[in-house]
């Protein structure tokens, strides 16, 4: 059954540094998702993508984080310079369609930034 | 703007005994509810979906828009059911899930 990939699944930096996620999403799925899932709290979305384009990053910190899909298929997650409240769970998820679909998430990439 | 709220961060109950796991929303358009499971060392999964009606793993949530609720029941709880349990509501052309921050549920035998 094909699942959506996530690497690396932990990642320890300091504060300043650079940090990238990757994610594959489900072959053939059009939208694909980023949450981070700070610890006790659910999911929460930071930007959406239908293929290549995004559709919602108004909770993306921008001064800090970037999101692309630049060919509509995987994406990447970056945070220059990472903060301490930085440290979370970094979620991908992805459907075929955005609309009434089920989301299927990744293992997650776990962040600690010391 | 949408809210989720779970008020039970933790639930416990014996195995064999019902089980309720709450969840309020505040919308104000016409949501779609969703429940979504994490079990240890799993990733998050769907459990099901109020537009489906249907019971999963002998669960069933109701959609109550008088009390803006979508709270989650088993009759029977039993061990593997333990898990993280997040609700979920989808909003907007995109539609966007806002999780609740969820109840970790544990079935004691």
């Known amino acids: 059954e094909a699942e959506v990939a996530q690497s690396p699944r932990y990642k320890i930096t300091e504060k300043s540094q650079a940090v990238a996620f990757w994610c594959d999403p489900i072959?053939?799925?059009?939208?694909l998702y980023w949450y981070r899932q700070i610890l006790g709290q659910g999911p929460e979305l930071l930007v959406q993508?239908?293929?290549?384009?995004?559709?919602?990053d108004s909770q993306l910190p921008k001064d800090r984080f970037s999101a692309e899909r630049l060919k509509g298929v995987d994406s990447t997650l970056k945070i220059q310079p990472a903060e301490l409240g930085d440290s979370a769970m970094y979620l991908c998820?992805?459907?075929?369609?955005?609309?009434?679909?089920?989301?299927?998430f990744g293992p997650g990439t776990r962040l600690l930034v010391l | 703007a949408q809210r989720v709220t779970q008020p039970e961060k933790l639930l416990s109950v014996f195995k064999g005994a019902p089980v309720e796991l709450k969840c309020n929303y505040s919308y104000s358009g016409s949501p779609e509810l969703f429940w979504y499971v994490q079990y240890s060392r799993q990733r998050l999964q769907l459990l099901l979906r109020h537009i489906s009606r249907e019971s999963i793993k002998g669960f069933t949530a109701d959609l109550n828009k008088g009390e803006t609720s979508f709270h989650l029941k088993k009759p029977f709880a039993q061990e593997e059911d333990s898990a993280m349990y997040y609700c979920a509501l989808s909003t907007g052309s995109a539609r966007q899930l806002t999780f609740g921050s969820g109840t970790q549920l544990t079935v004691l035998p």
């Open positions: 072959s053939g799925h059009a939208t």
């Open positions: 993508f239908q293929d290549e384009s995004v559709v919602d």
């Open positions: 998820a992805s459907t075929r369609q955005s609309w009434g679909e089920t989301q299927y």
